[in-house]
């Protein structure tokens, strides 16, 4: 299989097969979409540690054809319900869809690059709030010239069960495991997490890593700003989507008390080397694994923090917006020529009914 390098876990997680996920050259990336919110070298790894994926190709061509599936003993590509599109306005895909040799899975609704990039750009807390006012403010990030294209823009992402299921390990702790206990908000999951939880995971033969996320509005008295970026049902599916965690708790109490160690048996208490805010009585949120002497900092050995992809987006604004609107009137121009071609077939089929 093979995909594009911006990933989608609602398409991954239909993967059972060797699956090879080829992250696009940062050129063709900026060629093809506009610039990429992270590097070459972040994305193989965020990919890498994603628990569906098999193998990654590195340097993939942005427009899969029959040879490149062949040079990887490829039975088909995937990709989401919505198109892609080179910088001359054709379909990536259309060679492999011709042979037969293609496959499409429903993106989820609500999630997308273009999405959090509009958030970031924002930087008000209504996308947690009111959708209404966001889609109101969204200061022209993704507007085409002609209506809104179904591939590009806002829309809400809404959690069920059936995701979470699809997402979970369903494993339970195993007699001989350490259970590893860390916390926090987890927002815009990237390599930063990736290499905390693997640092993490390392820590012992069996691991079997609990990740605790805050609510929205914990993560906001703590952090401030617009955070977090992602609501928690958002980031509850980045977090299960890394291979190495084990099992999330969605809402998990700031302050890591004996209940919560107790009731997970918990064996060890991870946090990273950034700053711990205390509680929200000035308490110390670490204070009982302190005590029990179970607490280990963690040196992920990556400065990478959520703050500054934010910034990254907000120092290439200007680029960004425009990248959205190119890529809404593209997607535009291909819905009004697939509505013109329906509109003539219809008119033959009347014809030929009529003689």
Same mark, same amino acid.
């Given at each position: 299989?093979?995909?594009?390098?911006?990933?989608?876990?609602?398409?991954?997680?239909?993967?059972?097969?060797?699956?090879?996920?080829?992250?696009?050259?940062?050129?063709?990336?900026?060629?093809?979409?506009?610039?990429?919110?992270?590097?070459?070298?972040?994305?193989?790894?965020?990919?890498?540690?994603?628990?569906?994926?098999?193998?990654?190709?590195?340097?993939?061509?942005?427009?899969?054809?029959?040879?490149?599936?062949?040079?990887?003993?490829?039975?088909?590509?995937?990709?989401?319900?919505?198109?892609?599109?080179?910088?001359?306005?054709?379909?990536?895909?259309?060679?492999?869809?011709?042979?037969?040799?293609?496959?499409?899975?429903?993106?989820?609704?609500?999630?997308?690059?273009?999405?959090?990039?509009?958030?970031?750009?924002?930087?008000?807390?209504?996308?947690?709030?009111?959708?209404?006012?966001?889609?109101?403010?969204?200061?022209?990030?993704?507007?085409?010239?002609?209506?809104?294209?179904?591939?590009?823009?806002?829309?809400?992402?809404?959690?069920?069960?059936?995701?979470?299921?699809?997402?979970?390990?369903?494993?339970?702790?195993?007699?001989?495991?350490?259970?590893?206990?860390?916390?926090?908000?987890?927002?815009?999951?990237?390599?930063?997490?990736?290499?905390?939880?693997?640092?993490?995971?390392? #820590?012992? +033969?069996?691991?079997? !890593?609990?990740?605790?996320? %805050?609510?929205?509005? =914990? @993560?906001?008295?703590? $952090?401030?700003?617009?955070?977090?970026?992602?609501?928690?049902?958002?980031?509850?599916?980045?977090?299960?989507?890394?291979?190495?965690?084990?099992?999330?708790?969605?809402?998990?109490?700031?302050?890591?008390?004996?209940? #919560?160690? +107790?009731?997970?048996? !918990?064996?060890?208490?991870? %946090?990273?080397?950034? =700053? @711990?805010?205390?509680? $929200?009585?000035?308490?110390?949120?670490?204070?009982?694994?302190?005590?029990?002497?179970?607490?280990?900092?963690?040196?992920?050995?990556?400065?990478?923090?959520?703050?500054?992809?934010?910034?990254?987006?907000?120092?290439?604004?200007?680029?960004?917006?425009?990248?959205?609107?190119?890529?809404?009137?593209?997607?535009?121009?291909?819905?009004?020529?697939?509505?013109?071609?329906?509109?003539?077939?219809?008119?033959?089929?009347?014809?030929?009914?009529?003689?």
């Amino acid at each position: 299989y093979s995909k594009h390098g911006h990933h989608d876990s609602s398409i991954v997680n239909k993967v059972i097969m060797t699956l090879i996920i080829p992250p696009h050259p940062v050129g063709e990336i900026s060629q093809h979409k506009g610039p990429p919110v992270f590097t070459q070298d972040e994305r193989y790894k965020m990919v890498r540690a994603i628990k569906w994926v098999d193998e990654i190709v590195e340097g993939a061509p942005y427009v899969t054809t029959l040879e490149t599936l062949d040079k990887y003993t490829s039975d088909f590509c995937v990709h989401g319900d919505d198109i892609t599109l080179t910088v001359d306005g054709k379909d990536t895909y259309e060679e492999v869809k011709r042979s037969g040799r293609y496959r499409e899975c429903k993106r989820t609704q609500g999630v997308s690059t273009t999405d959090l990039v509009g958030r970031m750009l924002l930087m008000t807390k209504t996308h947690h709030s009111n959708i209404v006012n966001y889609q109101q403010h969204t200061d022209n990030f993704g507007k085409g010239p002609k209506g809104h294209s179904p591939w590009t823009g806002v829309s809400q992402f809404l959690q069920t069960s059936q995701k979470i299921i699809q997402f979970a390990s369903g494993q339970e702790p195993q007699p001989g495991d350490t259970i590893i206990y860390v916390a926090g908000a987890f927002d815009l999951f990237h390599i930063g997490h990736v290499d905390f939880l693997e640092a993490v995971s390392r #820590l012992s +033969d069996k691991p079997y !890593v609990i990740v605790g996320l %805050h609510f929205d509005q =914990e @993560v906001n008295r703590y $952090k401030g700003k617009n955070y977090p970026i992602m609501n928690v049902h958002e980031r509850t599916l980045s977090v299960l989507a890394c291979r190495y965690v084990s099992e999330v708790v969605i809402g998990a109490p700031y302050a890591v008390t004996r209940e #919560l160690l +107790d009731h997970f048996k !918990v064996d060890l208490v991870c %946090h990273g080397k950034t =700053e @711990v805010h205390p509680d $929200k009585d000035g308490s110390d949120p670490y204070a009982e694994p302190r005590k029990k002497g179970i607490l280990h900092t963690v040196d992920s050995m990556n400065s990478l923090t959520t703050d500054s992809i934010v910034q990254r987006i907000i120092k290439n604004r200007l680029l960004f917006e425009a990248r959205n609107q190119k890529k809404e009137a593209k997607e535009m121009a291909v819905i009004q020529a697939m509505k013109r071609r329906e509109e003539e077939k219809g008119k033959e089929r009347a014809q030929a009914v009529n003689h």
